[in-house]
């Protein structure tokens, strides 16, 4: 899940770290967390969420075929109800559990000739974990972002819908090619560790047996779309599913001379579904690096990612004799805050191994390169809403893949898009 400002496990987590001394970016500047409620269980229960609409313009190349033209503009809602419940042992020991409940389906559509009502407001869960925590420490267990997702650096996100990290994605048609910026790893269900802070400094750890979540750990019969998935005897999309998935960061945080400074390193690795006959799937080992300051209403920042991956880790590098192409992906930006207004930019590129199309086992595409730039700015109206505005523009670029389709390689290996937002949100 993105970890944008406002209206994710920020809201949530806001309400929890208060109780257990953990920071994460992105924290919700409302840290709105609902009226307070009695549990039967001795728990205090709060309930919190926000809702926001948005009037978006979105150009994108290649999502017009067969007689079938989509407009550019569009007006778009979601919501997010977050419950949370809190409790304090005796002996210090604090405890709780976060559930998150959407309704931001966004790729689910009505049946255009079926008459069907459109899905998109269907509710699902988001992230749902549980955490004790005390002198110790804290230790989460559920579907929930990795550590690195939680304690890292760098990714400038306080302005607008969160820059690179924000809300434009919803408004892309999912039958263009779809843009990898983001380092995102999921919401497999997982266990994380976050210690207490020594002299500014802190870590943590996850880890993850699969990219499953929800309560299902298995399939009532061998095929390739259970959890639990080892190998299979043909290369195909499942392929690519991480196993034993590890993350580790360590991190610090002080200031100087009345300047923050922030920085985290991390590993994240994970093996791969193996593929019995063909080629394999090389392991995922990434090393990650994030730092920012703040001064004087400033926010810059930065993070690179480096190694064996593909993008997203969703799709691991194909283990090929000669191809060393590896993931290499940056962001930079910076804000400024002034009263109630924040702006900000952010700039962004992911090299990776891309599509890796072979013809007689021999890749015969390029590099994937993906670029991408936001600028935006919000406006704090009052506690609990802002307006926000913002601009982001990005290119797909991959030699030998044609991306407008048909049979000539050559042609049309390069994709761009346009999303301008603006609109309300509110948090509760």
């Known amino acids: ?33 609902g009226p307070a409620m009695t549990s039967h269980r001795d728990l205090e229960v709060r309930l919190g969420g926000f809702f926001r609409f948005y009037y ?17 503009s569009d007006f778009q809602e979601e919501t997010e109800i977050h419950v949370v419940a809190n409790g304090k042992a005796a002996n210090g020991l604090r405890y709780g559990v976060a559930v998150e409940i959407q309704n931001d389906s966004v790729r689910q559509t009505a049946g255009v000739n079926s008459g069907s009502s459109n ?24 579907d929930e972002d990795n550590v690195w997702g939680l ?8 302005f607008a819908t969160g820059g690179l990290d924000g809300d434009f994605y919803d408004s892309l048609a999912g039958n263009s090619p779809a843009l990898n910026m983001s380092s995102d790893a999921g919401d497999n269900t997982k266990i994380i560790y976050m210690s207490p802070q020594f002299a500014g400094f802190d870590f943590g750890a996850s880890f993850a047996f699969n990219t499953g979540e929800g309560p299902l750990s298995g399939c009532t019969s061998g095929n390739t779309s259970c959890d639990r998935l080892a190998s299979v005897e043909t290369l195909g999309a ?26 985290t390193a991390a590993y994240i690795g994970a ?39 593909n993008t ?29 207004i924040t702006v900000g930019g952010h700039y962004g590129e992911t090299r990776s191994a891309g599509a890796q199309a072979l013809v007689g086992g021999v890749p015969v595409t390029g590099d ?26 990005y290119t797909i670029e991959e030699p030998g893949v044609n991306f407008a389709g048909g049979t000539n390689r050559a042609l049309n290996n390069s994709v761009d898009g346009q999303v301008f937002l603006t609109g309300f949100r509110f948090a509760f």
Do not use: H
Request: charged fraction near 15%; glycine fraction near 14%; avoid cysteine.
């Open 151 to 158: 304690m890292s650096v760098g990714q400038i996100s306080n």
């Open 312 to 340: 997203n880790f969703a799709t691991p590098r194909l283990n090929i004799a000669g191809d060393s192409r590896e993931y290499n992906s940056f962001n930079v930006g910076a804000s400024y805050t002034l009263g109630q």
């Open 119 to 142: 899905t998109k407001t269907t509710l699902d869960l988001d992230e749902v974990w549980g955490y004790v925590a005390g002198s110790f420490g804290q230790l989460r267990f559920g």
């Open 238 to 263: 499942t392929t690519a599913r991480r196993r034993n998935e590890v993350v580790a960061i360590a991190r610090y945080r002080g200031s100087f001379a009345g300047v923050g400074l922030g920085a």
């Open 56 to 72: 978006s313009n979105t150009n994108q190349d290649y999502i017009n075929a067969g007689g079938i033209n989509q407009g550019k």
């Open 368 to 393: 994937r390169k993906d670029k991408a730039w936001n600028v935006g700015g919000t406006y704090r109206i009052a506690p609990g809403i802002e307006y926000i505005a913002e601009y982001t523009s």
């Open 1 to 33: 899940m993105r970890k944008i400002l406002l209206g994710t496990t920020a809201v949530v987590g806001a309400v929890v770290m208060a109780s257990t001394g953990a920071m994460a970016q992105g924290a919700d500047p409302f840290r709105a967390a």
């Open 271 to 309: 093996d791969a579904v193996k593929n019995v006959n063909g080629a394999g799937v090389d392991r995922i080992n990434v090393g990650a690096f994030g730092l920012q300051l703040s001064a004087y209403g400033f926010l810059v920042g930065g993070q690179y990612l480096f190694g064996d991956a």
